[in-house]
């Protein structure tokens, strides 16, 4: 690939991490790994209590955070929309809310579970689902609580 490059990332020695086979905190790495042109991941942030609005990706409130609390949805169906992520960076949301919540890709051509691009998949209250982008416009979830 002649023309082609790739961004350089830094060792786990130059992170300060040991390599080989110990134990590492993911979210410490992902933070370590942040650059200020979007980066690898999102780090170990938290969102609370976040509101979704309206019901269309266009009107979806904007996710910004690894782990994104709902907690005053009142209206079935009010809306968020995954942030843009790096391949195998995944975001995990949360509904406390007391109506369901649609979860949607960050991009009208991307999709989440094989479903149509720019489908929402909805988030029951008072559960939860971890979101993972693949690449080449692809998303998969699962419940995680």
Same mark, same amino acid.
């Given at each position: 690939?002649?023309?082609?490059?790739?961004? /350089? *990332?830094?060792?786990a020695?130059q992170?300060?991490? /040991?390599?080989?086979?110990?134990?590492?905190?993911?979210?410490?790495?992902?933070?370590?790994?942040?650059?200020?042109? =979007?980066?690898? #991941?999102l780090?170990?942030?938290?969102?609370?209590?976040?509101?979704?609005? #309206?019901?269309?990706?266009?009107a979806a409130?904007? +996710?910004?955070s690894?782990?994104n609390?709902? #907690?005053?949805?009142?209206v079935?169906?009010?809306?968020?929309? +995954?942030?843009?992520?790096?391949?195998?960076?995944?975001?995990?949301? *949360?509904?406390? =809310?007391?109506?369901?919540?649609s979860?949607?890709?960050?991009?009208?051509?991307?999709?989440?579970? =094989? =479903?149509?691009?720019?489908?929402?998949?909805?988030?029951?209250?008072?559960?939860?689902?971890?979101? /993972? *982008?693949?690449?080449?416009?692809?998303?998969?979830?699962?419940?995680?609580?």
């Amino acid at each position: 690939m002649s023309g082609t490059t790739r961004p /350089m *990332y830094p060792t786990a020695l130059q992170l300060g991490l /040991m390599p080989g086979f110990a134990l590492q905190d993911g979210d410490l790495i992902a933070k370590l790994l942040t650059t200020s042109s =979007g980066g690898f #991941g999102l780090g170990a942030t938290v969102d609370h209590n976040i509101e979704g609005t #309206g019901t269309t990706i266009g009107a979806a409130k904007q +996710l910004q955070s690894s782990v994104n609390i709902i #907690g005053t949805n009142s209206v079935t169906n009010h809306a968020v929309r +995954l942030p843009l992520l790096s391949p195998v960076t995944s975001v995990r949301v *949360y509904n406390r =809310g007391s109506a369901s919540s649609s979860v949607f890709p960050p991009n009208p051509g991307q999709s989440i579970d =094989g =479903g149509a691009p720019g489908a929402a998949v909805s988030v029951p209250d008072d559960s939860a689902r971890e979101f /993972m *982008y693949l690449g080449n416009n692809s998303w998969i979830s699962h419940e995680i609580g």
